[in-house]
């Protein structure tokens, strides 16, 4: 059994990550979040220390190291743009970290993280959980089985709506969340060049505080993507079955399903983690590339 702390435990991700640390069979020892609705903890660790301030949280885990019981990995579910200190404090506190995406916000950072985890030791892990979904893999192998000189054609579009609380919060801030291309498309952009090979090209259509669209030139597909968390783009008949959320995948204009099977993919991912088979940071590095791209074509400065 392994010893956990989670930062960011009222986020909405976080019960994903107490799931998934219950169900591996690894204990959850403290917790922090600056928001104290943090109720879900009763659901799988009634008995963790929680704290609604870093510097008595840091103190607690510094404490739980002097006793000999340390703690192995730290959990992230912070904001986008906290990661990177996040990630930097687990290491040095000298546990392996688990971070959601976007593992950071610039591709400068993966390449200081690098020469911390050299120096400590320490592993970071990220959450790439599409590529441990099914219809996924096998749409992987059936490409690297295919003809080597296709380019495929491929449309990707993802929905998911929000309220107004969104615009409000950090994950209105482009300079906290990275824009609707990092918060809710940079695991998109992962799946696809998983599947299909390196970027050729970025070409940004259409980008917004709503919504982004664009084509992206991989070695083995031109995909074209729409991202939107506006409640109108959802199509009508997915709307008038009481939906907020709809994503399609079409290879050559056939749809690969892949909406169902998301629930456990989180677990998959401490598991293989758990194993040494983490995704890492040059697993993250080049979605994390395309995503600060964008924001440079919808500045201009491309």
Known sequence: MKNFALIGAAGFIAPRHLKAIKETGNNLVAAIDKHDNVGILDSYFPNADF??????????????????????????CSPNYLHDSHI??????????IC???????????????????ETGKKINTIL???????IIALREKIKNGPKDKIYDVDLQYMTSRGNWYH??????????????????????????????????????????????????????????FLSINYDHIPQEVRDKGKRTYRTLKL??????????FTDLHTKSYEEILKGNGFGLVDAKP???????????????V
């Open 51 to 76: 704290f609604i301030e870093f510097e008595r949280f840091d103190r607690h885990l510094d404490k739980i190291k002097r006793k000999g019981a340390n703690v192995d990995y730290i959990s992230i």
């Open 252 to 261: 050559e204009g056939e749809e690969i399903e892949f909406s169902e099977g």
């Open 129 to 135: 959980q599409l590529r441990l979904h099914p219809s």
């Open 168 to 225: 409000i919060s950090w994950k209105g801030d482009l300079s906290k969340s990275g824009g609707i291309a990092t918060n809710i498309g940079i695991h998109f952009f992962d799946m696809l060049m998983w599947i299909f090979g390196k970027v050729q090209d970025v070409t940004l259509s259409s980008i917004s505080s709503e919504h982004a669209s664009g084509i992206l030139h991989l070695e083995h597909a031109k995909v074209t993507w």
């Open 100 to 118: 959601e995406k976007p593992l950071v916000l610039n591709p400068w950072n993966i390449d200081a993280l690098q020469e911390l985890e050299s």
């Open 287 to 301: 979605s994390i590339d395309i995503v600060y791209k964008i924001r440079k074509l919808a500045k201009g400065n």
């Open 88 to 97: 930097r404090y687990a290491l040095r506190y000298g546990a392996d970290a």
